[in-house]
């Protein structure tokens, strides 16, 4: 089944301890993307990147940082988490331009 | 750069009623596209429809229509004869530089009543 796979679904942390968010995809798409979701202000692009080795900010860059060193996983790194980024995450990937996004099915990320 | 504005956060709706949910873009691009997804309460991101500026009819998804006018700015989704099942959080969403980047506006709430 085509799909893509994020894990935890739920992840409870305390500030400033480092946590991954992994990403994965089985369509052999280009392009991934994440993006979190806050009440009121829909989805916002952390970071997206084109292809293998190549990652750009997206609008919320900030305390976050990514990597893609194979085609098929993109994941999402806190180095050092704090309450601003609790919130819900997805992670999303299309095979190009104007393609539709296959989002995963969510990350719900507390940081206390 | 790009700007989606969805001015309605909250709407309810008898069942079997139709529904529109606006959407309003300003993009400085001559080629784009819209998007529009829907989020239910278990939060997953369902792709609905797209449509191209391009793209001389409307385009069209089952019970989904999207009523784009260009001039006006505006790509608002038409759902035919509701059901409960569409109560849901809706997003439309313009891409930036292809599908690099895509802004989401800030979604309507969907309610279908029984």
């Known amino acids: 089944e085509a799909q893509v796979t994020q894990n935890p679904r739920y992840l409870i942390t305390v500030t400033g301890k480092k946590l991954t968010v992994t990403c994965s995809q089985n369509?052999?798409?280009?392009?991934m993307s994440w993006y979190r979701q806050d009440p009121g202000l829909g989805l916002r692009q952390i970071y997206y990147?084109?292809?293998?080795?190549?990652?750009d900010k997206g609008d919320v860059p900030e305390g976050y940082k990514v990597s893609r060193k194979e085609k098929r996983n993109f994941p999402l790194i806190l180095e050092s988490p704090s309450p601003n980024q609790t919130s819900l995450y997805f992670c999303?990937?299309?095979?190009?331009?104007?393609?539709?996004?296959?989002f995963g099915n969510g990350t719900r990320l507390t940081v206390t | 750069a790009q700007k989606i504005t969805q001015t309605q956060p909250g709407m309810f709706v008898q069942e079997k009623e139709a529904v529109t949910l606006d959407c309003t873009y300003d993009?400085?691009?001559?080629?784009?596209?819209l998007f529009w997804y829907k989020q239910p309460s278990s939060g997953e991101m369902i792709f609905l429809i797209y449509?191209?500026?391009?793209?001389?009819q409307n385009a069209t998804e089952g019970r989904y229509s999207l009523n784009f006018q260009k001039a006006r700015k505006s790509a608002n989704l038409v759902i035919s004869a509701s059901q409960l099942g569409d109560s849901a959080m809706y997003f439309c969403?313009?891409?930036?530089?292809?599908?690099?980047?895509?802004?989401f506006g800030t979604g309507t709430r969907l309610t279908i009543i029984p």
């Open positions: 999303a990937s299309s095979p190009g331009d104007y393609s539709p996004l296959h």
């Open positions: 990147s084109m292809n293998v080795e190549v990652t």
């Open positions: 449509q191209g500026s391009y793209d001389e």
């Open positions: 369509m052999n798409h280009e392009y």
């Open positions: 969403a313009i891409p930036r530089l292809g599908n690099e980047k895509l802004t």
């Open positions: 993009t400085s691009d001559q080629s784009y596209g």
